[in-house]
């Protein structure tokens, strides 16, 4: 059964609009991570909470923001979306101590028209 | 840095067949290695994992993997595959000497099984 939960499970938007994505695991964790998959299923990190506290944000253009007001809740938000920015957008939690054990919510799939 | 490399982007088995799914990772010591596999419309769920030890393990659905260290490889196998099987594997690594363990994942094999 699934314990990584996201919202929406689709989106479709246009240019230049904000959009946010949520999620919410229950598994108990410590740790919160946010995914990008392209078209080819290529996976990137993009960023890493411990206990609401950023630990990896890699390069991603900095109209993209996660919001994290728990340890259980990361959210996404991206301002001013681009069509490169149309994707599946994955959330995963693991332990921080066992960071390499994701367990994987079903995504969020962004079209950008 | 690490890298993994899934020189086959699709395989096509027949139900009941055998399968390898071939993966090749690039890290200067030993590393964790993992199989996750993305069922259509789901998420990623962790196959198989390896740390140490005895470099066959066994994982969910009658998955295991054999980690060849001169070979730099830890490919998947299967004695004999069902349509469920059919869904996106990827290979994964991470070091083991940094404090946060980044996974880096490889480009994913989607396998298909028909009948």
């Known amino acids: 059964e699934t314990a990584v939960f996201q919202t929406p499970n689709y989106h479709v938007t246009q240019v230049g609009n904000e959009v946010s994505f949520n999620c919410k695991q229950t598994l108990g964790h410590d740790t919160m991570y946010w995914y990008k998959q392209d078209s080819k299923k290529l996976l990137k990190i993009m960023f890493s909470?411990?206990?609401?506290?950023?630990?990896v944000n890699e390069t991603v253009p900095r109209r993209f923001s996660p919001q994290s007001s728990d340890k259980a809740h990361l959210n996404l938000r991206i301002k001013s979306v681009e069509p490169e920015d149309s994707a599946v957008y994955l959330c995963?939690?693991?332990?921080?101590?066992?960071?390499?054990?994701?367990?994987f919510g079903a995504g969020t799939r962004l079209s950008v028209l | 840095a690490q890298s993994v490399t899934q020189p086959d982007a699709r395989v096509t088995v027949s139900e009941g067949a055998s399968l390898q799914l071939r993966c090749k990772y690039s890290y200067s010591g030993t590393p964790y290695l993992f199989w996750y596999v993305q069922y259509p419309r789901q998420g990623l769920q962790l196959l198989l994992k390896?740390?140490?030890?005895?470099?066959v393990v066994q994982g969910v659905n009658g998955f295991e993997a054999e980690f060849i260290k001169s070979n730099s490889s830890f490919h998947l196998r299967k004695a004999s595959v069902h349509w469920s099987d059919s869904a996106v594997y990827f290979c994964a690594v991470s070091p083991t000497s940094s404090s946060f363990s980044k996974l880096v994942f490889g480009q994913g094999t989607s396998l298909s099984v028909v009948p």
């Open positions: 909470y411990n206990n609401k506290q950023l630990i």
């Open positions: 390896y740390y140490s030890g005895d470099p």
């Open positions: 995963a939690s693991s332990y921080y101590r066992s960071q390499n054990t994701l367990y």
